[in-house]
């Protein structure tokens, strides 16, 4: 089961900065937090992950709370095509470990409007 | 550098049919995923395999569900016979090893009739 809890849905104004809430109140220690996005009729494409610091790249931003129990996602500037279910996964990172597969929640279903 | 590769796109075939769906991972992802998304719902992992061995099947059915990965390469999902709530996307998704970031295919849409 998915151990996160995030919206259901969201809407964005186009240009304006998108912020996705996820909680994961039960995260371990060794729990990375991980974010993908799933536009329609494609699979899920990786934005961005972290462990306790926050990261930035090239697509978005991610704000992880100094207890972990929650994060937030950032899209500074949404565009239309930003459009997309956004799923937030913990995902333990042992690499001698099977149970580190991704398991993906219900998603916040983003509506970026014009 | 080219994606996850999946075929067919599309398949409709009939309760207690066959059916069987292809996946070409990212040259050199020992780590290959089978995910199943139901209309509405986020993808959940069937089967999990690193080069040409099972890691994962917990969440197989495999009383009508195999899955093979011949040469730790390509990799066949196959349902025998089908039933009506197999009807989803099929999902194939790859990586460099179990920690990496996954690559995921455009999936393949069963409808069961």
């Known amino acids: 089961d998915a151990k996160t809890t995030q919206p259901t849905s969201m809407d964005c104004a186009e240009g304006r900065a998108a912020n996705l809430p996820c909680n994961h109140s039960?995260?371990?220690?060794?729990?990375?937090v991980y974010w993908y996005r799933q536009i329609h009729s494609q699979g899920p494409q990786y934005i961005i992950h972290?462990?306790?610091n926050n990261e930035t790249n090239e697509m978005a931003s991610l704000i992880i709370t100094e207890d972990r129990k929650s994060s937030t996602l950032i899209l500074p500037h949404a565009t239309l095509r930003d459009t997309a279910v956004y799923y937030c996964?913990?995902?333990?990172?042992?690499?001698?470990?099977?149970?580190?597969?991704?398991?993906f929640g219900g998603g916040t279903r983003l509506m970026v409007k014009p | 550098e080219a994606g996850v590769a999946q075929s067919p796109r599309y398949k409709i075939i009939e309760k207690r049919q066959s059916v069987a769906f292809w996946c070409n991972p990212i040259?050199?992802?020992?780590?290959l995923y089978w995910y199943q998304q139901i209309l509405g719902q986020g993808p959940k992992l069937l089967i999990q395999?690193?080069?040409?061995?099972?890691?994962?099947d917990s969440q197989l059915p495999k009383d009508r569900f195999s899955a093979e990965r011949l040469k730790g390469v390509d990799s066949t999902l196959k349902i025998q016979p089908a039933k009506l709530e197999d009807s989803a996307v099929y999902l194939c998704?790859?990586?460099?090893?179990?920690?990496?970031?996954?690559?995921f295919g455009q999936g393949t849409r069963l409808t069961v009739v």
């Open positions: 998704a790859s990586s460099l090893g179990r920690a990496g970031e996954a690559f």
């Open positions: 039960t995260i371990s220690g060794n729990e990375y």
């Open positions: 972290g462990l306790k």
């Open positions: 996964i913990v995902r333990p990172l042992n690499v001698n470990n099977a149970g580190n597969m991704l398991t």
């Open positions: 040259s050199g992802h020992a780590t």
């Open positions: 395999f690193q080069n040409n061995g099972v890691v994962d």
